[in-house]
């Protein structure tokens, strides 16, 4: 009988290292890797009208039920290794999922991890990108809430990175994640080749330039401050840092 499938759900929220972490699971060669599975159905709920919103839409399933039973279906010959990549704000609760953002016997059978950056970092990145902005946009409420959910039904904190700390020292803190994922560390998961993926999601025209480009991870660079943001953007820093350091209390220190 073959071994099941394992099955890593990361939870990170927007403008992170979350592309580069997905390149660096896909170059393992047990690993298939899922981009941002919930979007369609984030954007169909919501209505929200983000950048290639149609080719979304038609790209992925729009309604969360079918998103995951396609999640948890026989991986490929030769993949004992599932890595999902998801964006804690596709997770929030509206009218259109009836409240259900997430469901919990899917959340049971998934290791999951947590990858977090100051807010301050993800304002300043995000506002770049898409000029309004909001509390919700950048899924910090919702990522403490999955955390929560997590710790409640296991009894154990999850593990958790900091971006910057991945940048800093990658073979380190692969390795740490690994184990805590209890999965062996390869070294392919520090270099991959350039250029996009067939795993990528149809979005990746807008948002992946950078991770496109690289062959490992970057080296880490300044990141914005509380004083370098838009004074329209510190009320949202503001109520995203308490939910920010409470998660990074629990990190993997390098």
């Known amino acids: 009988?073959?071994?099941?499938?394992?099955?890593?759900?990361?939870w990170s929220g927007p403008r992170n290292i979350s592309t580069a972490?997905?390149?660096?699971?896909?170059?393992r060669p047990d690993t298939v890797v899922v981009d941002e599975p919930f979007y369609a159905a984030y954007l169909a709920e919501t209505g929200l009208d983000h950048p290639m919103r149609e080719e979304v839409l038609a790209a992925q399933p729009t309604r969360r039920e079918d998103v995951i039973a396609a999640l948890s279906a026989?991986?490929?010959?030769?993949?004992?290794?599932?890595?999902?990549?998801?964006?804690?704000?596709?997770?929030?609760?509206?009218?259109?999922?009836?409240?259900?953002?997430?469901?919990?016997?899917?959340?049971?059978?998934l290791r999951n991890a947590f990858l977090i950056r100051a807010p301050?970092?993800?304002?300043?990145?995000?506002?770049?990108?898409?000029?309004?902005?909001?509390?919700a946009d950048i899924g910090f409420v919702e990522q403490a809430r999955i955390f929560?959910?997590?710790?409640?039904?296991?009894?154990?904190?999850?593990?958790?990175?900091?971006?910057?700390?991945?940048?800093a020292g990658p073979h380190g803190m692969m390795k740490k994640l690994c184990a805590a994922l209890g999965i062996p560390f390869r070294e392919?998961?520090?270099?991959?080749?350039?250029?996009?993926?067939?795993?990528?999601?149809?979005?990746?025209?807008h948002w992946y330039?950078?991770?496109?480009?690289?062959?490992?991870?970057?080296?880490?660079r300044p990141e914005a401050g509380y004083d370098d943001l838009d004074d329209r953007l510190k009320p949202i820093a503001d109520a995203a840092r308490p939910h920010f350091e409470r998660l990074a209390a629990h990190r993997l220190t390098p």
């Open 188 to 205: 392919e998961m520090l270099k991959w080749p350039a250029g996009r993926r067939d795993s990528d999601g149809v979005w990746a025209p």
């Open 148 to 167: 929560d959910r997590v710790v409640e039904r296991t009894g154990r904190i999850p593990p958790v990175v900091l971006g910057r700390d991945v940048l």
């Open 209 to 220: 330039a950078a991770v496109e480009a690289s062959t490992g991870f970057a080296d880490p």
């Open 120 to 135: 301050e970092a993800v304002l300043a990145s995000y506002s770049a990108k898409r000029a309004d902005v909001t509390l």
């Open 21 to 27: 972490m997905m390149r660096a699971f896909e170059n």
């Open 74 to 109: 026989t991986l490929p010959e030769g993949r004992r290794i599932q890595y999902q990549k998801h964006m804690t704000q596709h997770m929030i609760a509206t009218a259109g999922n009836g409240g259900n953002w997430l469901d919990d016997a899917w959340l049971d059978r």
């Open 1 to 10: 009988m073959s071994e099941p499938a394992i099955r890593i759900a990361m």
